[in-house]
């Protein structure tokens, strides 16, 4: 079967950098994606990893090891708005995605 | 943002009633899934459909059935809902592959009595 692992809360600071951890198990491993919801609405698309390496989004990055079978989303600048839950995804052959339990982030002042 | 509606946002009803939750997209897109959220279970996959009348199961599809009649709707059946399954409904969409990239409706708000 699929799996994921990612923390269940991270808190940070304003104006600071913080970086959300995911660990997969999965078989035919074709990407990782991460969204966000902010609560009380929709997830939303953030990023995407097919490849080994950094993906760069204005503030947002996203990395991933596929030898480690590790992932995370880096958002530095941090602001009051980014408090949300992140989710990441796997992608495997042509099923749907599988999402991990979310990572609730909490930016304080 | 992607053309998916949702409805109904909210709905409260009484155990053993039939529920269906509808969602309706406007782009063309082949792939349709049905969510459930729940605190501290994230999003899992109920059913999820492939093309008109091309539906398959997800990680929690007992006690639901689904229909994909046209290509823009999509819809979830509860044949007699329990309490278990009050919880927030997404549905989503994709193009090309069952691993593309979702994006996601509105929601709806079920609660079971």
């Known amino acids: 079967g699929q799996s994921l692992e990612q923390p269940s809360e991270v808190t940070a600071v304003e104006g600071a950098i913080v970086q959300i951890n995911c660990t997969y198990q999965?078989?035919?491993?074709?990407?990782l994606s991460w969204y966000q919801q902010h609560d009380g609405g929709a997830p939303t698309f953030l990023s995407y990893?097919?490849?080994?390496g950094l993906e760069e989004t204005g503030r947002f990055s996203s990395f991933l090891s596929r030898s480690d079978s590790y992932g995370y989303l880096l958002l530095q600048e941090l602001q009051m708005k980014d408090s949300a839950s992140y989710f990441c995804?796997?992608?495997?052959?042509?099923?749907?995605?599988?999402f991990g339990k979310g990572t609730r982030l909490s930016v304080i002042a | 943002d992607a053309g998916i509606t949702q409805s109904p946002r909210h709905k409260v009803t009484e155990t053993g009633t039939p529920v269906t939750l509808r969602c309706h997209q406007t782009?063309?897109?082949?792939?349709m899934y049905w969510y459930r959220q729940d605190p501290g279970h994230g999003l899992r996959l109920i059913h999820y459909?492939?093309?008109?009348?091309?539906?398959d199961k997800g990680e929690v599809s007992d006690g639901y059935s689904v229909s994909r009649s046209k290509t823009e709707d999509f819809l979830l059946t509860l044949e007699s809902a329990t309490s278990s399954q009050t919880s927030v409904y997404f549905c989503?969409?994709?193009?090309?592959?069952?691993?593309?990239?979702?994006?996601f409706g509105p929601g709806t708000r079920l609660t079971v009595l």
């Open positions: 989503a969409i994709s193009s090309g592959r069952a691993g593309d990239t979702q994006y």
């Open positions: 999965t078989s035919g491993f074709y990407g």
């Open positions: 990893n097919a490849l080994d």
């Open positions: 995804a796997v992608i495997s052959g042509n099923t749907p995605l599988v």
């Open positions: 782009e063309n897109h082949r792939y």
């Open positions: 459909s492939y093309g008109v009348k091309d539906t």
